[in-house]
């Protein structure tokens, strides 16, 4: 594939949260804030960059038998420069989703695309797959926490969109939507959509039924 096809290609014909279904525990976590989605999805994806960087710098030195435990710690080095960054220049931001940036060490998306990608391909197709993922994963968080917010909350970023009933205006918020289940809920309609549109994208079954065979006649 060209460099353009490794961005491209995650966005939606193989995004590793609808199709994988990877990184699954932060987007109904953090998504019931479009704010956090995106410095979340920032985080992620500076995370991919550097590691998979580095990791493609360095593939020709690693010893299998220790390949995984340099990946790990290039990851988690990753993200401590990141939550350090975050803690100095968006300390409210940091404080609110110190859990979940610490958690981007087991992304399975970071460690992912590092094994797949980083350990078999140069630096810029690399950094290529990790934008691509970066931003397939970063659009539906955005997605999610844009329906969770504006219908649950009526706001965005904390701006008020909708008027509240309860503040004299027209709509009432559904604050269902705020909890984390909304999220699960939201992301498998996306799935089912997106699966029902390219078919291609569906699971085969593990087995096929055992189909019995018909009597001899006369018996």
Known sequence: MSLKQYVTTPLLKENPLTLHVLGICAALAITNSLTSSLIMSVALTAVLIISNATISLIRHHLPSSV????????????????????????????????????????????????????????????????????????????????????????????VKILELARDGGWFQPNEMLMLAPSAFFIIGFMVWGIRSWKPEQQEQPDFKPIVAPREVEGQ
Do not use: K
């Open 67 to 158: 390949r995984m435990i340099v990946q790990i710690t290039v990851i988690a080095t990753s993200v401590t420069v990141i939550d350090q960054l975050l803690t100095a220049y968006l300390p409210a931001a940091a404080s609110a989703l110190s859990v979940y940036i610490s958690l981007i060490v087991t992304n399975c998306i970071v460690l992912g695309r590092a094994e797949a990608c980083a350990m078999n391909y140069g630096v810029r197709r690399s950094i290529a797959d990790a934008i691509g993922n970066g931003l397939g994963y970063s659009a539906i968080l955005i997605f999610v926490a844009t329906i969770r917010e504006l219908f649950g909350n009526g706001s965005l970023m904390g």
